[in-house]
């Protein structure tokens, strides 16, 4: 596997910021070099350029494929551009019949001597989202995905080819490219894991068998005649983390394992103890309820980007990296401008580093929210 090559810029001009890493492309290049895959992340300042954005990637770079999306921010190095127009760039060298850029579920298929092992995904988020990405990742030997979904405050768009406007697109890997992922959460537990006695749609009835309003004030340590807007404001800050019941619910005390899915708490029935949640519920699930944690998240990154990095480098070596992390977190969440890329690079060393901040991040067949996926590309030079 070739050298990764990475370039980045910031300016209200996108043709301006996309000269500043054509030159940075140019730079890095080595004699011989021929890159065949692309990677384009573009903060939504630049959604409504993005058609000529790809047109120009084209005719600098010919011969590539590209994949991308739009995100609020996008991130490289140790450097995040958040609520900036500005744009990130990846580029490698991969065997010609190791990858396949798709822009549909249906166009994702073994044949032809291809066999998808494992898929970068981008997505337009849409009501059967949970249901696709599963679709998905049956297609895959491993069952593995990782990416996340468009966000912007303009048009969520993603790159595959082409300008993608809806569902499901990315880029699919044969065994012959390692990859090693991992995924972060960003919330901790405030109380025990439940289980889900009854439901009806999104709506979470009873607890243990008990009224899930009376296990939420529990868990909180709340009082049950506390006004409507103590009650609401304690709810706004409270998530619920879920597990589905085919799911292995094994974790250590006081976290979360990597197959728990954090949705928000999206109304309240006072008087029959009813909550709403952002998700289709299930009798037999578990649930723990929840709340963001900067310091848990801070000490899972740098948990996870251990791990990577060292199963990486066993495996020959770190050529390249993206991250993709909650448009909830990034260097604000953590306490100081650029502060989760710049922990992520410094934990994972000097490689060519991109990524977004995403509507909602994948992870095997998961939809996650407030956590990060970090994927690295390993293997001998």
Known sequence: MSAFISAHAGHADWAIAFASCREQVVRQLQQGQNPNLGWCYLSDYYAEAAASILAALRDAMPGLHWVGAVG??????????????????????????????????????????????????????????????????????????????????????????????????????????????????????????????????????????????????????????????????????????LVATSEDASAKPGQFGANTEVRHIVGVGRKSGVLAIAETLENGMRLAFCQRNAVAAQQDLLRIVGEVRAQAEAAGGMRGALYISCSGRGGPHFGARHAEFKMVREALGDIPLIGFFAGGEIARHHLYGYTGVLTVFAGPA
Request: charged share 20%; proline share 4%.
């Open 72 to 241: 609020v921010g996008v991130g490289a190095g140790a450097v995040e551009y958040f609520d900036e127009p500005a744009m990130a760039l990846m580029l490698a060298e991969l065997p010609p019949e190791s990858f396949k850029v798709f822009s549909s579920l249906e166009t994702v298929e073994a044949g032809s001597g291809f066999e998808p092992f494992a898929a970068l995904v981008h997505a337009i988020g849409v009501a059967d989202a949970a249901a696709q990405l599963k679709a998905l990742s049956e297609r895959m030997a491993s069952g593995y995905l990782f990416g996340g979904l468009s966000s912007s405050r303009s048009q969520a768009l993603c790159l595959a080819d082409d300008v993608q406007a809806e569902g499901l697109s990315g880029v699919a890997f044969n065994s012959d490219v390692t990859i090693v992922s991992r995924v972060t959460q960003g919330c901790l537990p405030i109380g025990p894991q439940r289980v889900i006695t009854r439901a009806e749609g999104n709506l979470l009835v009873t607890l243990d068998g008990a009224r899930a309003m009376d296990c939420v004030l529990e868990d909180l340590g709340l009082d049950s005649d506390l006004s409507d807007q103590e009650l609401n404001s304690a709810l706004a800050a409270t998530l619920a983390g």
